[in-house]
Nanobody, 130 residues
């Protein structure tokens, strides 16, 4: 069983930056892919970025085209937190942001197919003011 909880610190105006955190709690220490998704008002949920471990101890990161220029995903040193740094924010980045974990078939990590993810956090609202 894996549990995820998203949080965001602060509020932001257009052009500013925010960092989202996803704390991943698990009874096992298995490898997993963690992805960030967003759902803007009256739109479908879409992928943003994902991260998965290599056996070498480094990480693979994946981004959708819309995210790669401004967003950065990273793994915290403790290993149980995944961050999404968002820069040059736009009003249209306003959305509910979710993190999700994939615990098998990690080669699918960068595909951002939501049915590949086994566990989801409840989401956190990000509002970018104009």
């Amino acid at each position: 069983q894996v549990q995820l909880a998203e949080s965001v610190v602060g509020s932001v105006q257009a052009g500013g930056s925010l960092s989202l955190s996803c704390v991943v709690s698990s009874f096992t220490s298995g490898r997993r892919c963690v992805g960030w998704f967003l759902q803007a008002p009256v739109k479908e949920r879409v992928g943003v970025a994902a991260i998965s471990p290599r056996f070498s101890g480094t990480w693979d990161t994946y981004y959708t085209d819309s995210a790669k220029a401004r967003f950065t995903i990273s793994q915290g040193n403790a290993g149980n937190t995944v961050y999404l740094q968002m820069n040059s924010l736009k009003v249209e980045d306003t959305a509910e942001y979710y993190c999700a974990a994939m615990v098998e078939d990690l080669d699918r990590c960068g595909l951002f197919r939501q049915n590949h993810y086994h566990y989801w956090g409840p989401g956190t609202q990000v509002t970018v003011a104009s």
